[in-house]
């Protein structure tokens, strides 16, 4: 099966370490959403994901300031999407990030402001990657749209 | 995002729109800050008109709770949508904030302080 077939979308947009940016990020899924036939909700899934990892990186990956790229590569198909992002910034992998669980039970004066993030991109996507490569972050993650309802109707079916 | 704020009965209302992320999470966390030096300590949240909210917007929201915790004021997040809703469950918020279904619920329970 041919890469071709599987993603018929496939589409870099890339990005500066501004948090500005983030509009002409969730502009970009969105018109590949559209283009493809996501529904609202699988955008807007999607788009949580990247942000929080390209928040990520813009308030920790270049402590030292200056302009830098962000590359966010999307393959996409009607009922799937694979992300890859990419960045030059100081080596960091976020799945090193403990998950956040005893915090979800603190009492609101107790509670830490921050930390739910990458726990948010674990809960949404699956087939999640991180390798620090060639000097560049690299995390790549998967999803696959409406899954449980194809399995649903294949059980039907037979 | 700009946003608002309108006064019902003592109660301000503040309406979000659109997405709160990290590109206008400091706005809005400004906008709540200029309310409370004004004295405000009653507040609804209005989430009707937010698509999309990230853990940037959550933190503008725990610290809006937070601070009125402090100085016993109180706030209600009403009338939020179903990925607004979702993440504040997977975040564990339905439990710690209180919450309304729409606005006019929210600013009843206010008066009737209850």
Redesign the interface.
């Known amino acids: 099966m041919s890469n071709d077939w599987q993603y018929p979308i496939d589409r870099e947009i890339k990005l500066f370490n501004r ?5 002409r990020l ?1 502009e970009g899924l969105e018109e590949i959403g559209a283009e493809v036939g996501w529904p609202q ?1 699988a955008v ?2 999607l ?2 994901a990247c ?2 990892l390209v ?1 990520n990186i ?1 308030n920790h990956g270049f402590p030292d300031g200056g302009e830098h790229r962000i590359f966010v590569a999307i393959q996409a198909s009607p009922s799937s999407v694979e992300v890859k992002i990419e960045d030059g910034g100081i080596p960091f992998n976020p799945l090193d990030e403990a998950d956040p669980l005893a ?7 107790d ?1 830490p ?2 930390g ?2 990458i ?2 991109v674990k ?1 949404l996507m699956d087939d999640i990657h991180y390798e620090y490569a060639g000097g560049l972050n690299r995390f790549r993650m998967r999803k696959q749209f409406g899954a449980g309802k194809q399995g649903q109707q294949l059980a039907e079916g037979t | 995002m700009n946003i608002q704020a309108m006064e019902r009965n003592g109660v301000t209302i503040i309406p979000l729109e659109g ?1 709160l ?3 206008n999470a400091a706005v809005a966390e400004q906008a709540f800050l200029q309310l409370l030096a004004e004295g405000k300590q009653r507040f609804v949240f209005d989430f009707s008109g937010l ?2 909210i ?3 917007g ?2 503008v929201i ?2 809006a ?2 601070k009125l ?1 402090a100085t016993k004021g109180r706030m209600i997040c009403a009338g939020l949508g ?2 607004v809703y979702d ?1 504040f469950e ?3 918020f339905t ?3 209180e919450m309304a279904a729409t606005v006019e619920e929210a600013v009843e329970k206010m008066e009737a302080g209850a």
Do not use: C, H, P, W
């Open positions: 948090m500005d940016e983030l509009r969730n909700r807007l899934d788009s949580l942000e929080e928040v813009v915090l979800l039970d603190m009492e609101l004066e509670r402001i921050g739910l993030g726990f948010f809960r | 997405r992320d990290g590109s698509q999309y990230s853990s940037a959550l933190r725990l610290v709770a937070k915790r179903e990925q993440v997977m975040s564990g439990t710690i904030l």
